[in-house]
């Protein structure tokens, strides 16, 4: 595990690394310790804009010691998965635009509006607490149902705000996105979080409407 | 209670007596509380001209770092509270950088407090190419001959002067966009830039 000074100092000494300014985004646990829900996470889960920059960050990440390892034991066979870089406790899991089955879109980037710049070349943007629900959704490993629950229930959610992003996740092209919002919320319900009946109506009918247009292609 | 929670349910300005209040509980059980926090950084204390105790708690505390906006209302005499988080770690940032990120908000309270900073900025060579990389060179050189007719500011180099100052083939650009000012068109015209301000709004200043 890996507390905020420890995650402090281990930015700082990749920013010290790092050949030129990037901008990175940080879901997951990096990002609910920043948006306070979180004292501590196991990995440090970024998303960059481009793989030129996240070529950069792991260079500055290999130099610091951290060796490669393979994706498939915490991911399984998913799409897009991130390519990870562990050192003893620490790991870092660094994704390009694509986390899973979502896309980091450009809402999403617009959303994130708090930054924490690293000495002069490594900024980081906080996803949106909305959008880390939806990349808590993406990833869905065992820890990811607990985590979206502690953001559930210490903030207040505007769902629309969910709802619309994976439509758009849909116009983007990635058609699962509303199914899997649906069955992560639907697991979430099931272990006590309060996510209102009307809002799982929305999703399921938007869940329908998707089969009936797939059915008028076909 | 989990110390997230505490968090949660103290987060601002507190008295011993507003945690009491909050928490429901003796002023004994509220000394605890407050020093739970602070253990772990969250809690920032100041003392009031009567001696009292005010409490500044809140998740920024433990992360630390510095924000342009605390180096503005550091020199500033007009003050800004703002929800945006911009914290940087591992610098100081100069305060070049912070003139040059205030005019970038675009947002007319920011710039006003930034003229403050023209009494302290000297290093006039970074102050030059952070401008020119974010092309404001000349919204810059406007600003300051602004903040010169109302505070006393470092003198401005030739070099820096001439080298923003506007060429015939510019055209007139604005600080903060549809914005303009009706009592420094002189300045205005000099540099080709829009000034956001006129004489009453910068009486916080006098």
């Not at chain 1, 959303?111 to 710049?117: D, G, S, Y």
């Not at chain 1, 607990?146 to 903030?155: E, F, G, H, P, V």
């Not at chain 2, 500011?153 to 966009?177: G, H, N």
Request: with cysteine; charged share 35%.
């Amino acid at each position: 595990m890996i507390t905020i000074d420890q995650q402090q100092k281990l930015l700082l000494n990749v920013a010290r690394r790092l050949t030129k300014k990037i901008t990175v985004y940080a879901i997951g646990g990096t990002a609910m310790m920043f948006l306070g829900f979180k004292d501590a996470t196991l990995d440090i889960d970024l998303v960059f804009e481009n793989e030129k920059d996240r070529a950069i960050f792991k260079e500055a990440v290999k130099s610091l010691g951290y060796l490669e390892m393979d994706a498939i034991k915490i991911y399984g066979t998913k799409r897009n998965t991130p390519e990870m870089f562990k050192l003893n406790d620490e790991r870092f899991d660094l994704f390009v635009v694509e986390v899973i089955d979502f896309i980091f879109s450009e809402n999403m980037r617009k959303r994130a509006e708090q930054i924490h710049q690293f000495e002069k070349n490594l900024i980081l943007k906080i996803a949106n607490p909305h959008d880390l629900i939806l990349m808590k959704c993406a990833t869905d490993r065992i820890k990811d149902k607990d985590d979206a629950r502690k953001i559930i229930n210490s903030t207040k959610i505007e769902w629309d705000i969910i709802i619309e992003e994976a439509k758009n996740q849909t116009t983007l092209g990635k058609e699962r996105a509303v199914f899997d919002l649906t069955g992560f919320l639907e697991d979430l319900r099931k272990i006590g979080v309060n996510i209102p009946s009307e809002i799982m109506g929305r999703l399921f009918e938007l869940i329908e409407k998707q089969v009936k247009e797939k059915k008028k292609n076909l | 209670m989990k110390k997230r929670e505490l968090l949660q349910k103290l987060a601002g300005i507190q008295t011993i007596e507003s945690v009491m209040d909050i928490l429901k509980v003796d002023k004994r059980m509220a000394i605890y509380y407050l020093y739970v926090l602070r253990k772990d950084g969250y809690v920032k204390t100041r003392r009031q001209s009567n001696n009292r105790r005010v409490y500044n708690i809140s998740l920024d505390n433990k992360l630390g770092g510095k924000s342009y906006y605390d180096i503005i209302n550091r020199y500033s005499p007009i003050k800004i509270s703002t929800p945006v988080i911009h914290k940087i770690y591992g610098k100081e940032p100069s305060l070049e950088e912070t003139l040059i990120y205030a005019i970038k908000t675009k947002s007319l309270r920011t710039i006003l407090a930034s003229l403050a900073l023209f009494k302290k900025i000297n290093n006039w060579v970074e102050l030059y190419h952070l401008s020119k990389e974010n092309h404001i060179e000349r919204q810059v050189g406007a600003l300051y001959d602004l903040a010169r007719s109302i505070i006393k500011v470092r003198k401005m180099t030739t070099k820096f002067r001439s080298s923003a100052l506007s060429k015939e083939k510019y055209k007139f650009e604005y600080v903060i966009p549809e914005l303009k000012s009706r009592d420094f068109t002189k300045i205005e015209r000099v540099w080709k830039i829009h000034l956001p301000f006129n004489k009453k709004d910068l009486e916080e200043y006098r």
